[in-house]
């Protein structure tokens, strides 16, 4: 791409495995991405690309070197907590090991370069992760009188955003109602985040880097929302014009 044009942007692909004496179409393992990203992105004027893992170190060197950002999109798994050096609880998800090393690896080559992240739901939690935070496995068994933050409907609660962070600054208000539909959440931060959006049980919504250009991480899902919403879009549009910014250096 030459540099006026728009940024090309990577979405972490979910992983399905190969499903043994299965129905015949789902008998190999599957690379699959939700359109929704693709169109919250091609709308805010950029070029997405889906990302499937890489097993090459070189590979995903090569891989992020020619992205001007980074989507770290959501799925049905929880990060293994050994990453962050906890034992399973009796509630956790299914892992993805596969998934969970490339986004990791993906996430760390990304900040070390300093390009522009955007993390929605489960990668909110990986980019808290790659930089040594840690999870609640299971918001219900963990937070004392949490509320229920598997939703099934779009604007399910609302969060209240903190004053003076990029995300106040670019949706413009002090609070928002959004779908979740997470039962993980953020414990302890990683090194240089902060907390953006709380819910108002105290759960962590949203974190930001304090050291980087452009690293937002979101617990709810915007790209399900700003087809109807522009206070939603405004996040995908922030996030592009930032990786625009990195393309023009």
């Known amino acids: ?13 979910d992983l399905s495995e190969a499903s043994p004496n299965g129905a015949r179409r789902y008998q190999e393992a599957t690379v699959f991405l939700p359109r929704r990203y ?22 995903r060197r090569a891989l992020i070197g020619r992205l001007d950002g980074l989507l770290i999109s959501g799925g049905n798994f929880d990060i293994h907590p050994r990453i962050y050096g906890e034992r399973p609880i009796k509630q956790l ?15 760390a080559l990304a900040l070390r370069r300093d390009l522009p992240i955007l993390g929605i739901c489960g990668g909110a939690q990986a980019i808290n992760v790659a930089l040594g935070g840690t999870l609640y496995q299971d918001i219900a068994a963990q937070i004392a009188g949490a509320a229920q ?3 099934n409907g779009e604007n399910g609660h609302p969060v209240r955003l903190q004053s003076g962070t990029r ?11 959004v779908n979740t539909t ?38 709810w899902h915007p790209e399900v929302l700003a087809p109807r919403q522009m206070v939603h879009r405004r996040i995908f549009s ?10 023009s250096r």
């Open 1 to 13: 791409m030459t540099r006026g044009s728009p940024p090309l942007i990577g979405i972490t692909a």
């Open 38 to 59: 693709v169109s919250a992105l091609e709308r805010a004027g950029a070029v997405p690309v889906a990302l499937a893992a890489q097993d090459s170190a070189p590979a």
């Open 93 to 107: 998800g299914i892992v993805k090991p596969a998934r969970s090393d490339f986004e990791l690896e993906i996430a």
């Open 149 to 151: 933050h598997e939703q």
């Open 167 to 177: 995300l106040r600054r670019i949706v413009g208000r002090d609070t928002l109602r």
């Open 182 to 219: 997470h039962h993980q959440a953020i414990k302890r931060l990683g090194r240089g985040l902060r907390v953006d959006a709380l819910a108002e049980d105290g759960v962590i919504e949203g974190v930001e880097s304090t050291g980087h250009e452009f690293v937002l991480g979101l617990q």
């Open 238 to 247: 922030a996030f592009v014009a930032a990786c625009r910014k990195r393309r």
